[in-house]
């Protein structure tokens, strides 16, 4: 079963394009489902501006154990979404 949920699950998990096939799905059967369409468009503006930094937040995340590393890390989710 294809769901926000699950693309989410694998866009945290760095699997954009499976992520982006499941919003697409989702698209295809309810295309006026909005926080598909925002998903999709976040994920094809962060290939183009986030390629290895999803991949060192990804590290600090794994590894921060300080509030500034939260913060940081904290900092770097609101870009995503926004």
Do not use: C
């Not at 949920?5 to 697409?24: C, N, P, V």
């Not at 990804?58 to 939260?70: A, G, K, T, Y």
């Amino acid at each position: 079963m294809k769901t926000l949920t699950l693309a989410s699950i694998y866009e945290i998990q760095g699997h954009a394009h499976e992520a982006a096939e499941i919003y697409k799905t989702i698209l295809e059967e309810d295309p006026s489902n909005i926080e598909a369409k925002i998903a999709l468009k976040r994920l094809v503006s962060n290939r183009k501006n986030y390629g290895k930094a999803r991949e060192d937040m990804l590290n600090l995340f794994i590894q921060m154990d300080s509030e500034v590393e939260f913060n940081e890390f904290e900092r770097w989710l609101g870009q995503l979404w926004n």
